[in-house]
């Protein structure tokens, strides 16, 4: 990677960083502030809010590939008119789920389900807040895909610690120094949201709109919004993905709180919450890569192929030691994050990070995919598996057997995985750089597993700031014997 893609790369991991960090220490405290249920109704809300932002489309992928491909020119327009053609259309879908909300809180109340400390009256209350904190959500888009596009992830993510300092931790402070309601944490980051939205739109017009903006708002007119349908094709595809993706995610919430039980979705929350912490590697790289693709694909097939497979390797080095050691281990680390021992959060863990570690592991195929238009695949990838999916979760949740839904998720990733890198492979490279991937996934597997089980006998015995001491050294040997197999591999298929 070039010096300026691995800036952005750290700034991506800095901004993705600092969000999970901020989230995960404030969970013990939302814990205690609002309960297991209030923890559960913001896990809802994370649910929601995912399958609402569908509305947008895959407008923000088809927007981000405009601005770098400058395809709008070929029709004529300028790209401060495509901006704001797009910007239009934001702006009205957050109006609609905002209103939307409002009138139908009635329905979104309903899937909370077996709540002791939070009547009928004061969830209604919380999902009308929730509806505009949501809407809120199309506007950050969109001016998130102007940076990304313009490559501005460094002063992006400058701003996006603000942001997620101020909506985690920074609303835990203003909770215990003024009420713990669960009311008034949305209305906290409804002003959060505004507030960064205005730091986001200052940004834009200072450095990267601006003045011929005002040149194009005047010039403007309605008939400029059909810029938009040109690109359709791609469009409709990744709608179609982020409809069928976002059930995937957030379906087993759903089935949880309306099946089981709010408390149990708080367990799961919170589970998820360190399960997902993994992934901040590949979803920081994700917003580098993907436009870096567009471009290397444009100029030559063989640097995009060159630079696919180093990044690539660079994840499997990384998630791969951490999430199998981790889930091994999901034990000592609720013990040092929450000072306890959970069973039920324990047990769940361990299965969610073999589903965030399978799930990493698609972010590098998914982006050349979406770059080279290759979209098909998902698509129906997804048509096959989901049903099978969303089965599988009713019969687990009406069971009540939590531990499954997990369980479930998990063997979902596992194929999503084996499938997309088999279509990726054989279509760009070969089989036998397939079978390689396949061996260096592998071989860090097995050889983390028994690094990880020669160390949970000795974290039985270990004390909380123990064990957080020998976490880091336990997981980087791990990832010096990957490195160590993954050269012998390189070597051997020479």
């Given at each position: 990677?070039?010096?300026?893609?691995?800036?952005?790369?750290?700034?991506?991991?800095?901004?993705?960083?600092?969000?999970?960090?901020?989230?995960?220490?404030?969970?013990?405290?939302?814990?205690?502030?609002?309960?297991?249920?209030?923890?559960?109704?913001?896990?809802?809300?994370?649910?929601?809010?995912?399958?609402?932002?569908?509305?947008?489309?895959?407008?923000?992928?088809?927007?981000?590939?405009?601005?770098?491909?400058?395809?709008?020119?070929?029709?004529?327009?300028?790209?401060?008119?495509?901006?704001?053609?797009?910007?239009?259309?934001?702006?009205?879908?957050?109006?609609?789920?905002?209103?939307?909300?409002?009138?139908?809180?009635?329905?979104?109340?309903?899937?909370?389900?077996?709540?002791?400390?939070?009547?009928?009256?004061?969830?209604?209350?919380?999902?009308?807040?929730?509806?505009?904190?949501?809407?809120?959500?199309?506007?950050?888009?969109?001016?998130?895909?102007?940076?990304?596009?313009?490559?501005?992830?460094?002063?992006?993510?400058?701003?996006?610690?603000?942001?997620?300092?101020?909506?985690?931790?920074?609303?835990?402070?203003?909770?215990?120094?003024?009420?713990?309601?669960?009311?008034?944490?949305?209305?906290?980051?409804?002003?959060?949201?505004?507030?960064?939205?205005?730091?986001?739109?200052?940004?834009?017009?200072?450095?990267?709109?601006?003045?011929?903006?005002?040149?194009?708002?005047?010039?403007?007119?309605?008939?400029?919004?059909?810029?938009?349908?040109?690109?359709?094709?791609?469009?409709?595809?990744?709608?179609?993905?982020?409809?069928?993706?976002?059930?995937?995610?957030?379906?087993?919430?759903?089935?949880?709180?309306?099946?089981?039980?709010?408390?149990?979705?708080?367990?799961?929350?919170?589970?998820?919450?360190?399960?997902?912490?993994?992934?901040?590697?590949?979803?920081?790289?994700?917003?580098?890569?993907?436009?870096?693709?567009?471009?290397?694909?444009?100029?030559?097939?063989?640097?995009?192929?060159?630079?696919?497979?180093k990044t690539f390797d660079i994840i499997i080095l990384i998630i791969v030691p951490i999430c199998i050691f981790s889930s091994i281990n999901s034990g000592a680390i609720i013990y040092i994050w929450m000072g306890e021992v959970q069973n039920d959060v324990s047990k769940t863990l361990k299965y969610l990070i073999i589903a965030t570690l399978f799930l990493g592991l698609q972010v590098i195929p998914y982006s050349l995919q979406i770059a080279r238009e290759w979209t098909k695949l998902t698509v129906i990838m997804n048509i096959i598996l989901l049903p099978i999916l969303l089965t599988s979760y009713y019969i687990m949740s009406v069971n009540n057997y939590f531990y499954g839904i997990s369980l479930s998720w998990m063997l979902y990733n596992i194929l999503s995985f084996l499938i997309m890198t088999s279509y990726i492979y054989i279509r760009a490279l070969s089989i036998k750089d397939l079978l390689k991937v396949y061996l260096k996934v592998s071989l860090s597997?097995?050889?983390?597993?028994?690094?990880?089980?020669?160390?949970?006998?000795?974290?039985?015995?270990?004390?909380?700031?123990?064990?957080?001491?020998?976490?880091?050294?336990?997981?980087?040997?791990?990832?010096?014997?990957?490195?160590?197999?993954?050269?012998?591999?390189?070597?051997?298929?020479?």
């Amino acid at each position: 990677m070039s010096k300026k893609v691995q800036l952005r790369v750290a700034a991506n991991l800095f901004g993705k960083s600092s969000y999970s960090i901020f989230y995960l220490l404030s969970i013990p405290y939302l814990k205690d502030l609002l309960g297991v249920d209030g923890v559960g109704v913001i896990g809802l809300f994370v649910s929601l809010q995912v399958i609402i932002l569908l509305l947008e489309g895959g407008m923000t992928s088809a927007f981000i590939r405009g601005l770098v491909n400058k395809h709008y020119r070929s029709q004529g327009y300028k790209a401060e008119q495509y901006i704001l053609s797009y910007g239009i259309v934001f702006i009205c879908i957050s109006l609609v789920v905002g209103l939307g909300m409002t009138l139908c809180n009635n329905i979104i109340v309903s899937l909370f389900s077996n709540s002791q400390l939070y009547t009928a009256d004061e969830l209604f209350s919380v999902v009308r807040v929730m509806g505009w904190v949501i809407s809120c959500q199309f506007i950050i888009l969109f001016y998130e895909a102007i940076f990304i596009a313009n490559e501005k992830q460094i002063p992006l993510n400058f701003l996006n610690v603000f942001y997620s300092f101020s909506r985690t931790l920074g609303a835990v402070f203003v909770l215990l120094y003024i009420q713990s309601d669960l009311i008034i944490y949305f209305y906290l980051q409804l002003i959060i949201n505004i507030i960064y939205i205005l730091l986001l739109h200052s940004y834009s017009w200072l450095l990267l709109i601006r003045k011929s903006f005002i040149n194009a708002l005047r010039e403007f007119d309605l008939k400029k919004l059909s810029v938009i349908k040109y690109e359709r094709s791609f469009g409709r595809d990744m709608f179609y993905i982020s409809i069928l993706s976002a059930i995937a995610f957030q379906s087993d919430r759903l089935f949880i709180s309306k099946n089981i039980s709010l408390y149990y979705l708080g367990i799961y929350n919170i589970a998820y919450a360190l399960a997902s912490a993994p992934t901040l590697f590949t979803s920081s790289l994700y917003n580098v890569v993907y436009p870096r693709l567009i471009k290397l694909g444009r100029e030559s097939l063989f640097d995009s192929i060159v630079f696919f497979k180093k990044t690539f390797d660079i994840i499997i080095l990384i998630i791969v030691p951490i999430c199998i050691f981790s889930s091994i281990n999901s034990g000592a680390i609720i013990y040092i994050w929450m000072g306890e021992v959970q069973n039920d959060v324990s047990k769940t863990l361990k299965y969610l990070i073999i589903a965030t570690l399978f799930l990493g592991l698609q972010v590098i195929p998914y982006s050349l995919q979406i770059a080279r238009e290759w979209t098909k695949l998902t698509v129906i990838m997804n048509i096959i598996l989901l049903p099978i999916l969303l089965t599988s979760y009713y019969i687990m949740s009406v069971n009540n057997y939590f531990y499954g839904i997990s369980l479930s998720w998990m063997l979902y990733n596992i194929l999503s995985f084996l499938i997309m890198t088999s279509y990726i492979y054989i279509r760009a490279l070969s089989i036998k750089d397939l079978l390689k991937v396949y061996l260096k996934v592998s071989l860090s597997i097995v050889m983390t597993a028994i690094i990880g089980f020669v160390f949970k006998g000795y974290f039985v015995e270990l004390s909380r700031l123990m064990l957080l001491v020998m976490f880091v050294p336990a997981i980087m040997i791990c990832m010096s014997m990957s490195s160590l197999s993954f050269l012998c591999i390189n070597k051997m298929s020479k």
